[in-house]
T-cell receptor
Framework: AQSVTQLGSHVSVSEGALVLLRCNYS??????LFWYVQYPNQGLQLLLKYTSAATLVKGINGFEAEFKKSETSFHLTKPSAHMSDAAEYFCAVRISGPGNQFYFGTGTSLTVIP | GAVVSQHPSRVICKSGTSVKIECRSL??????MFWYRQFPKQSLMLMATSNEGSKATYEQGVEKDKFLINHASLTLSTLTVTSAHPEDSSFYICSARDREGGTQYFGPGTRLTVL
């Protein structure tokens, strides 16, 4: 079975500080992993994805994530938070197969304090 | 990048009426589309998988007679919420899988409010 756990439903950081959003997954097969960002009343925007190539994945807006198989983690980081980073962030796992379904975490709301 | 559109973006309807939401892949063909719903402050929950030309596959607990899905072409899937009730008020998001590359792209969502 596949599942995603995001630790911390709310994270607050100061502008310019490091952003760290945690994601752990469970999967019976090698997973594809994703981070999405959602702004209020909008759909999902892909930040980055891991598809079994490099373990350190760089995405848009300065975000990156590292796939650690031994820790079953795919934490999202950004060295310096910007006010525009305030949003809801979702980690997701997808497996290959007929369904090709996404399984989403419960989301982490990021607040950036000026 | 590929674009998926949803129409309408917002809809308000009276209890008991039916509402149709369209999901279109604008610059690619999608043999498979997915429908999700998202309650406030919660994650996305997959409702059903829609395959072009065949019946949709519904997740456990989703009423197929209430949430009618039609995937009549490679670029269009529709979700009809029949006899809507206030508890159906939610944010509905579709995604479409590119027939060529297999990448999924998400639509911008539709906010449904049932009075």
């Amino acid at each position: 079975a596949q599942s995603v756990t995001q630790l911390g439903s709310h994270v607050s950081v100061s502008e310019g500080a490091l952003v760290l959003l945690r994601c752990n997954y469970s999967s019976s097969v090698p997973p594809y992993l994703f981070w999405y960002v959602q702004y209020p009343n909008q759909g999902l925007q892909l930040l980055l994805k891991y598809t079994s190539a490099a373990t350190l994945v760089k995405g848009i807006n300065g975000f990156e994530a590292e796939f650690k198989k031994s820790e079953t983690s795919f934490h999202l980081t950004k060295p310096s938070a910007h006010m525009s980073d305030a949003a809801e962030y979702f980690c997701a796992v997808r497996i290959s197969g007929p369904g090709n379904q996404f399984y989403f975490g419960t989301g982490t709301s990021l607040t950036v304090i000026p | 990048g590929a674009v998926v559109s949803q129409h309408p973006s917002r809809v308000i309807c009276k209890s008991g009426t039916s509402v149709k939401i369209e999901c279109r892949s604008l610059d690619f063909q999608a043999t498979t589309m997915f429908w999700y719903r998202q309650f406030p402050k919660q994650s996305l929950m997959l409702m059903a998988t829609s395959n072009e030309g065949s019946k949709a596959t519904y997740e456990q607990g989703v009423e197929k007679d209430k949430f009618l899905i039609n995937h009549a072409s490679l670029t269009l899937s529709t979700l009809t919420v029949t006899s809507a009730h206030p508890e159906d008020s939610s944010f509905y998001i579709c995604s479409a899988r590119d027939r060529e590359g297999g990448t999924q792209y998400f639509g911008p969502g539709t906010r449904l409010t049932v009075l």
